[in-house]
Nanobody
Framework: VQLQAYGGGLVQAGGSLRLSCAAS????????MGWFRQAPGKEREFVAA????????YYADSVKGRFTISRDNAKNTVYLQMNSLKPEDTAVYYC????????????????WGQGTLVTVSS
């Protein structure tokens, strides 16, 4: 099983980035796909999640209205569109897959990608 996250980079405050997470190695149709982030010196925190089967989405309050999670079943890929980025969004972003129900808890996730760094300059 492999989750490969990419698309991070350096962007100015107010800008946009789109992260991608390509999934392979098994069928994820019954899984929830999530994005988490971890800033230096801070704990990993939930950002957004989407159920692969029916596309129901969930967001952290800090990103609601600015970030959009989506999936492309044909490409086995999950996206995180990030708009109106702020310096406090700077972190390593991880994608993950969960067969559990507590989708805001990183301990519920079974598979993790390697992370992609997002840096937002002020």
């Amino acid at each position: 099983v492999q989750l490969q996250a990419y698309g991070g980079g350096l962007v100015q405050a107010g800008g946009s980035l789109r992260l991608s997470c390509a999934a392979s190695g098994r069928t994820f149709s019954s899984y929830t796909m999530g994005w988490f982030r971890q800033a230096p010196g801070k704990e990993r925190e939930f950002v957004a999640a989407i159920t692969w089967s029916d596309g129901v989405t969930y967001y952290a309050d800090s990103v609601k209205g600015r970030f959009t999670i989506s999936r492309d079943n044909a490409k086995n890929t999950v996206y995180l569109q990030m708009n109106s980025l702020k310096p406090e969004d700077t972190a390593v972003y991880y994608c993950a897959a969960s067969s559990g129900v507590r989708l805001r808890k990183h301990g519920e996730y079974d598979y993790w990608g390697q992370g992609t760094l997002v840096t937002v300059s002020s």
